[in-house]
């Protein structure tokens, strides 16, 4: 199994454009959430995602949109980028329950953007 | 709405000392409360978690967390440090009855073993 795969690794853009940042997962997590790290201000939660079609607001959801169209993909898309958008993304996955591995995010490996 | 704060920055400790990683935490209700790991240029790890029962929970690489209701508390723990254990530390927090996906994480905190 792959786990969380996201894409780009690394990206460059100038302010005002727009991309996708991509996640999949094959583990068949319902749930999906996005984060962006900076320094000093650890993991930040954008969006987050309950299962296909579900999706909702975290704490910084400003200059993004998600959707989930399917249970593996959980897109992340900037649509004008801005400078203070230049951060690490990650994406994470989960399932409920009450095994062990429940609740438990697993990690993409993350995507580095930068915006000139 | 849940939050989490790690009022450390960075925490020193020699190899083979104790060591403390600190974390409180404020949520409506109960918590589910986590602790991961960062080594340098790697992903998340998970370490240990907190959902119900036992206020000590032991992780991986002979972490241990202890829940204290009364202080909304859940200080990361190593009887003896390594080297190896430099990384940076997040404390998370989830509210029992909201989403799954919902999970607030702290500012993190850089611990760094000297041998």
């Known amino acids: 199994n792959a786990g969380v795969t996201q894409t780009p690794k690394f990206q460059v853009l100038k302010t005002g454009q727009s991309m996708t940042l991509q996640c999949a997962q094959d583990?068949?997590?319902?749930?999906m959430s996005w984060y962006r790290q900076d320094p000093g201000m650890g993991l930040r939660l954008i969006h987050y995602?309950?299962?296909?079609?579900?999706?909702d607001q975290g704490e910084v959801p400003n200059g993004y949109n998600v959707s989930r169209s399917t249970t593996e993909d959980f897109p992340l898309r900037l649509l004008s980028a801005a400078p203070s958008q230049t951060s690490v993304y990650f994406c994470?996955?989960?399932?409920?329950?009450?095994?062990?591995?429940?609740?438990?995010?697993?990690f993409g490996a993350g995507s580095r953007l930068t915006v000139l | 709405a849940q939050s989490v704060a790690q009022p450390e920055d960075q925490v020193n400790v020699a190899e083979g000392n104790p060591l403390t990683v600190k974390c409180t935490y404020s949520?409506?209700?109960?918590?589910?409360l986590f602790w991961y790991v960062q080594y340098p240029n790697r992903g998340l790890q998970f370490l240990l978690k907190?959902?119900?029962?036992?206020?000590l929970v032991k992780g991986s690489y002979g972490f241990e967390a202890e829940f204290n209701k009364s202080q909304t508390s859940f200080h990361l723990k190593k009887p003896s440090a390594l080297v190896s254990d430099s990384a940076l530390y997040f404390c998370?927090?989830?509210?029992?009855?909201?989403?799954?996906?919902?999970?607030?994480f702290g500012s993190g905190t850089r611990l760094s073993i000297r041998p």
């Open positions: 994470a996955s989960s399932y409920s329950g009450s095994s062990a591995g429940a609740n438990v995010l697993t």
């Open positions: 583990m068949n997590h319902e749930y």
């Open positions: 995602s309950v299962g296909a079609g579900i999706t």
């Open positions: 949520v409506s209700g109960n918590p589910y």
């Open positions: 907190y959902i119900t029962g036992d206020n």
């Open positions: 998370a927090v989830r509210e029992q009855y909201s989403s799954a996906s919902k999970i607030i």
